[in-house]
């Protein structure tokens, strides 16, 4: 998730396609890898967990959506990195309440 809010970092409006792209890069993805689907088939591997941490950091308040289909990095999301954290994971995201209660 962490790869994914620093793409956010530089405080310009996202949608998910670009975040895609951009990871898949720094990750280095085959284009194998890329094209490996979930097992219902209906998705993208790749795409579906960008999603879900997409998901994720909106829920803990770390990015927001401003207009459907778009997000763009918040404060919090900005103090976040300047903490220079080395990852965020479901541990780290539920010291924030909105996070917590969304996992209820």
Do not use: C
Request: charged share 30%.
């Amino acid at each position: 998730m962490l790869p994914l809010l620093k793409f956010a970092g530089d405080g310009v409006e996202h949608n998910l396609r670009e975040a895609v792209d951009s990871l898949k890069d720094e990750f280095g993805l085959s284009e194998k890898e890329l094209k490996e689907m979930l097992p219902s088939g209906k998705q993208r591997l790749f795409n579906n967990r960008v999603a879900w941490a997409l998901t994720y950091i909106r829920k803990a308040g770390l990015v927001k959506s401003p207009k459907r289909g778009i997000f763009t990095i918040t404060e919090r999301g900005q103090q976040v990195l300047s903490q220079n954290i080395e990852k965020i994971d479901i541990k780290f995201l539920d010291q924030f309440p909105e996070f917590a209660e969304f996992r209820k």
